[in-house]
């Protein structure tokens, strides 16, 4: 082992960029670091309650992708997480974007070669997964390198109409 090896963390805090990841990549890279956001809802019995919410992203898989990790909790004490691996596939020439939900334990392919979408319209970034039965839009409104605005719309019928927004969580950098 080289001592350049010894000294280098085994752990790093979100790891690091690999310089030969397609630039593809720099789409989601605002997401990496730690986010912090809370809001006010009203629940279905009238009442109303406080989110809190927490999203970590670091660069994984030798820095060729972004895992992105949210956690929520509502003060009435129910909680939810979810992982999502972001990657782009040069050889496809597609995204690669699957959702792990953790709390109710199920894997969604969102984005792949044959199916959904990631596009840029100037500071927003879109995410179009597609199922036989619902579509959902997640828009990501990067207002600046400090704050950003997640959305998820969904469409029972292929993206002709969406619903209005079910989720909206502003997101303020921690780290």
Not at 17 to 30: E, I, K, T
Not at 88 to 101: C, G, Q
Request: glycine residues 6%; hydrophobic residues 40%; aromatic residues 10%.
């Amino acid at each position: 082992m080289s001592d350049a090896q010894a000294v280098r963390p085994a752990i790093t805090k979100y790891a690091e960029r690999n310089a030969n990841a397609p630039p593809q990549l720099d789409v989601f890279s605002f997401l990496v670091g730690k986010w912090k956001g809370s809001k006010t809802i009203e629940l279905p019995d009238g009442k109303s309650a406080e989110v809190t919410w927490s999203w970590i992203g670091r660069y994984v898989l030798d820095g060729m992708a972004i895992a992105d990790e949210l956690q929520c909790s509502v003060t009435n004490g129910s909680s939810y997480m979810g992982v999502t691996l972001r990657q782009y596939d040069l050889s496809k020439k597609a995204w690669i974007v699957e959702f792990i939900n953790v709390t109710m334990s199920f894997l969604r392919r969102q984005v792949n070669a044959d199916a959904g979408s990631v596009s840029v319209h100037g500071k927003n970034v879109v995410v179009i997964s597609e199922a036989p039965d619902l579509w959902s839009r997640e828009t990501y409104r990067v207002e600046s390198l400090d704050d950003f605005v997640y959305t998820l719309e969904l469409s029972k019928d292929a993206g002709r109409n969406w619903d209005p927004v079910q989720i909206e969580m502003p997101l303020s950098r921690q780290e």
